[in-house]
């Protein structure tokens, strides 16, 4: 606020400034051009700051401003104010008021609210008995704080008829963001209706909501509700749960010590909840257990639908029938797992895939003869862990042993047999060409001998 005061950056006084002799006329007139447009700068910029905000002002007992725009509107405010119908906050006390002076028919309706009477101004002395209805007291009007020592108690003397029923009904707050406990909540339903709310339970030395205090809490959104207790602050739920488990759930939160809270449940039951073979195949919905529900352990691991870019596609020189290699990342993929995979015709008839195909850490890799014209989409993947392997579909599982035969097998004249029933096999079965030998014969020709 105030002012800026004007210096000339340059002074006539100082030769280091303007010489005492100067042959260049136009040096001479832009060390006066220079001082004039400094003069010119400085007044525009006083013109700019001309404003009553810049004027000061010395606080009066009735206006408390120290400046000339605030203390316009101050007095402005006043002058408001005193127009028929309308008196300053706390204007009207007790002691101003002669007994019986004002009476109901004096009063306008409506026209004694809250914020026009002063602290304790409408004492017990001066009202007669039964003179307060409940359509003589304005909306709000008389709030705890605003009753004298003593007028008011935990314990509530309800005359019957005088009490409604919505008077009783619990209040509701909509919650549209995450925030901690206040002390209107007490008594009240929070409607959770927002983002990723988290609700925080205070310490009792930063709000003292009253030890038996009830508040109800109900799910409104889609989106995941925390309860959190703060720092010192115990929260007894079932289980330890903290989060309301599911949309449109409706718990309750009571403060049972300074610093101790209980919830009747906050989450759907957990796996200690639940009784042995409690949940049966009909009761999981059709796809509704997917492999990032399932734990490490679990037997098999089912994927479905899965993208495939076209550049997971690269030419693999090192398989002379199927050159085209195809890799697949999935972060659940393990060396040890053995995998299968289901296409539907069309990618079969596109690139005619091996039908062997490997996993290693993160990814699932197989062979075919072509490349794709553009990205595919794989209808299932079929992850097994070894020894212990379930039929896709079926609910049941097979147990299987490992092929530990040869791999790479030589024709032989006599009959040979490879253990593979029932077995799973980690790679091509590899059969070299029948043997064969060519020497030349006593008629001048070639023997050729097979198979031995």
């Known amino acids: 606020m105030g002012f800026t005061e004007?210096?000339?950056?340059?002074?006539?006084?100082?030769?280091?400034?303007?010489?005492?002799?100067?042959?260049?006329?136009?040096?001479?007139?832009?060390?006066?051009?220079?001082?004039?447009?400094?003069?010119?700068?400085?007044?525009?910029?006083?013109?700019?700051?001309?404003?009553?905000?810049?004027?000061?002002?010395?606080?009066?007992?009735?206006?408390?401003?120290?400046?000339?725009?605030?203390?316009?509107?101050?007095?402005?405010?006043?002058?408001?104010?005193?127009?028929?119908?309308?008196?300053?906050?706390?204007?009207?006390?007790?002691?101003?008021?002669?007994?019986?002076?004002?009476?109901?028919?004096?009063?306008?309706?409506?026209?004694?609210?809250?914020?026009?009477?002063?602290?304790?101004?409408?004492?017990?002395?001066?009202?007669?008995?039964?003179?307060?209805?409940?359509?003589?007291?304005?909306?709000?009007?008389?709030?705890?704080?605003?009753?004298?020592?003593?007028?008011?108690?935990?314990?509530?003397?309800?005359?019957?008829?005088?009490?409604?029923?919505?008077?009783?009904?619990?209040?509701?707050?909509?919650?549209?963001?995450s925030r901690t406990l206040e002390l209107g909540d007490a008594g009240a339903l929070l409607l959770l209706n927002g983002a990723n709310i988290t609700l925080t339970i205070p310490a009792n030395s930063s709000v003292q909501l009253p030890v038996g205090t009830e508040i109800a809490l109900y799910r409104a959104c889609s989106d995941a509700v925390t309860v959190y207790a703060a720092e010192g602050v115990t929260l007894q739920t079932p289980g330890g749960r903290t989060p309301l488990g599911r949309q449109y759930t409706f718990v309750r939160l009571k403060k049972l010590q300074a610093n101790l809270w209980a919830c009747d449940t906050l989450d759907v039951a957990g796996s200690d909840d639940i009784a042995d073979n409690a949940i049966l195949t009909r009761h999981i919905a059709n796809k509704a257990v997917t492999s990032a529900k399932l734990s490490a352990d679990a037997k098999d691991i089912i994927l479905y639908n899965t993208e495939v870019a076209l550049d997971a596609f690269a030419e693999d020189a090192t398989n002379k029938n199927f050159g085209i290699k195809c890799t697949v990342p999935i972060a659940s993929a393990t060396e040890e797992m053995i995998p299968e995979i289901v296409f539907t015709d069309a990618i079969v008839e596109e690139i005619s895939p091996s039908i062997n195909a490997q996993t290693a850490e993160g990814v699932i890799t197989f062979n075919c003869e072509d490349k794709p014209k553009a990205a595919i989409t794989i209808p299932t993947i079929i992850l097994r862990r070894p020894g212990s392997v379930g039929s896709a579909g079926s609910g049941t599982s097979t147990t299987y042993e490992n092929y530990e035969g040869a791999y790479n097998v030589t024709p032989s004249v006599v009959e040979q047999t490879l253990p593979t029933r029932d077995k799973y096999l980690s790679d091509d079965i590899d059969i070299s060409g029948v043997p064969k030998s060519t020497t030349t014969n006593s008629s001048g020709g070639k023997t050729v001998s097979i198979g031995g």
Do not use: H
């Open 6 to 177: 004007f210096e000339y950056t340059k002074s006539w006084r100082n030769a280091d400034d303007f010489a005492t002799y100067e042959s260049s006329e136009e040096r001479v007139r832009d060390d006066m051009q220079c001082l004039y447009d400094e003069a010119a700068a400085a007044i525009n910029r006083l013109i700019s700051e001309i404003k009553a905000g810049n004027i000061p002002f010395t606080p009066t007992a009735s206006i408390d401003s120290t400046d000339l725009q605030n203390a316009l509107e101050n007095v402005q405010s006043q002058i408001e104010q005193t127009t028929l119908g309308n008196l300053p906050d706390n204007s009207i006390v007790e002691s101003k008021l002669k007994p019986g002076s004002v009476t109901t028919e004096k009063l306008a309706d409506g026209s004694v609210t809250q914020v026009k009477l002063g602290e304790k101004a409408v004492g017990e002395p001066n009202m007669d008995d039964n003179s307060v209805s409940g359509r003589t007291i304005q909306a709000k009007a008389i709030t705890r704080d605003k009753m004298a020592d003593g007028v008011y108690d935990d314990k509530a003397d309800l005359v019957k008829g005088k009490v409604k029923p919505e008077q009783v009904s619990m209040r509701m707050i909509t919650v549209v963001e």
